[in-house]
């Protein structure tokens, strides 16, 4: 079956430290995103990629960096620049000018903790 | 740029009980409007959608209807179950730019037996 795979679920980080997040997808999809979040605060875009090779900051980009060298992965790297990484981070995707039929899927997330 | 206004949570109810989640948006054209599920520790599933005005969307017992007279897409569900427990994230899409969706701030729902 197809769908989006974020790994791992579970992820410790000491200050400092960068750390990398898997998302990968087989959906064809040719969209991705990343969200972070927190407690009671919903979702917060941190960056996307409508194709390959190509990815745009979103509202919260600062300390986080991307890469999509491949249409099935998007992955996110946390640096050591992020002040407050400690959340659950989503990743999506979407089939590009068919958003507006389909919506996102979704990962089933990681969950950060700074240690 | 879209938005999207949910009623704050949390919302409790007992099992059984009726179920309206509120959500209107602002948005330009024509957008399409979706629900989702968060339940603890996973990701989002999508419920149900509608992507044209008057459209109902339906799913497991919830639906939404697409008013834009009003701009609203409120979630209702009969009788809730203890199971129904979870997130609720209204979304919009008007594919001003981007294929981005705009999701409001999501609605917490405790069901008690």
């Known amino acids: 079956d197809g769908g989006i795979t974020q790994s791992p679920k579970y992820l410790f980080r000491k200050e400092g430290q960068n750390v990398t997040l898997s998302c990968e997808q087989n959906l064809n999809h040719d969209a991705m995103y990343w969200y972070r979040q927190d407690p009671g605060q919903g979702l917060r875009l941190i960056y996307y990629?409508?194709?390959?090779?190509?990815?745009q900051k979103g509202d919260i980009a600062e300390g986080y960096s991307v890469s999509r060298e491949k249409k099935e992965s998007f992955p996110l790297t946390v640096t050591s620049a992020q002040k407050n990484p400690t959340a659950f981070y989503l990743c999506a995707s979407s089939i590009g000018d068919r958003t507006r039929k389909s919506g996102y899927t979704f990962g089933s997330g990681t969950r950060l903790t700074v240690v | 740029g879209d938005s999207v206004t949910q009623m704050e949570g949390p919302v409790t109810l007992s099992e059984e009980a009726f179920l309206t989640i509120n959500c209107t948006y602002t948005?330009?054209?024509?957008?399409?409007l979706f629900w989702y599920v968060q339940y603890p520790g996973e990701g989002l599933q999508l419920l149900l959608k509608a992507t044209k005005a008057d459209d109902k969307g339906s799913n497991k017992g919830f639906e939404a209807t697409y008013r834009k007279e009003t701009t609203s897409f409120h979630l209702e569900k009969g009788s809730v179950q203890v199971s129904d427990s979870a997130v609720y994230f209204c979304a919009t899409y008007s594919g001003a730019g981007s294929y981005q969706l705009t999701f409001g701030k999501g609605t917490k729902l405790s069901v008690i037996p």
């Open positions: 990629s409508q194709i390959v090779n190509d990815f």
């Open positions: 948005a330009t054209g024509y957008p399409s």
